[in-house]
Every structure is written in C-alpha cells, then in structure tokens.
Nanobody, 120 residues
Framework: QVQLVESGGGLVQPGGSLGLSCAAS????????MGWYRQVPGKQRELVAAMPSGGRPSYADSVKGRFSISRDNTKNMVYLQMNSLKPEDTAMYYCNADVYIGGNRLLNYWGQGTQVTVSS
C-alpha cells in the first residue's frame, strides 16, 4: 500500500508565498511522473505542475513564472513552491504520483489534499 501525504497549505495574503510538500510512503520501488493538481468546488481538478522522471517540469499557463515543482526521489518527496500568490490560486491542492510498486507494476496515487487560501 502506498500513501501520499501533503503538507504546507494554509492562509496567505495576496503576493505571498507558500511551499507545499508531499511525502510518499509504503512499498515503493520508484516513481515515474509526479505532479500537483488543484480543485475548487464545482470545478474540475486541474493540473498545476508536473515533473516526469528525468524530465523537465511543465506548468499550467496560469502559474508559469510563479510556481516551481521539484522532487527528491531519494526521500520520496515532491514539492511545490508557490510565489506571488493570487486569490484565484485558492483551491485544494493534491499531490499525484505514478509509483512502481514491484513486479514492474506502475500505479497512480493521490494524496488527500491540502487547502491553500489566498486572501487579505
């Protein structure tokens, strides 16, 4: 069983910064794609940032230049640094990862989410 646990969400003023972390635990033999999504009530979950194994990160147009994704495979961690936050960044943020669980099987997992609220 694999678990992804996000942390670092909270309330921040417009223009401020927050750093999100996602820790993966369980029977893990490696990772492929890792990423961050967000969702607001009544809307579809959207991709914010993604980072393939050994590849370059990609970002939603709305966060380019403000958000940065990074990962540390040795620690089973993925991070999202969010700068110059705007009220429209308010959402529940979810960690997502493709995890090798043994027997060359690759499964996709989600975290439980962490709330980010940008408000004055």
């Amino acid at each position: 069983q694999v678990q992804l646990v996000e942390s670092g969400g909270g309330l921040v003023q417009p223009g401020g910064s927050l750093g999100l972390s996602c820790a993966a635990s369980g029977s893990i033999f490696g990772f492929n794609n890792m990423g961050w999504y967000r969702q607001v009530p009544g809307k579809q979950r959207e991709l914010v940032a993604a980072m393939p194994s050994g590849g370059r990160p990609s970002y939603a147009d709305s966060v380019k230049g403000r958000f940065s994704i990074s990962r540390d495979n040795t620690k089973n961690m993925v991070y999202l640094q969010m700068n110059s936050l705007k009220p429209e960044d308010t959402a529940m943020y979810y960690c997502n990862a493709d995890v090798y669980i043994g027997g060359n099987r690759l499964l996709n997992y989600w975290g439980q989410g962490t709330q980010v609220t940008v408000s004055s």
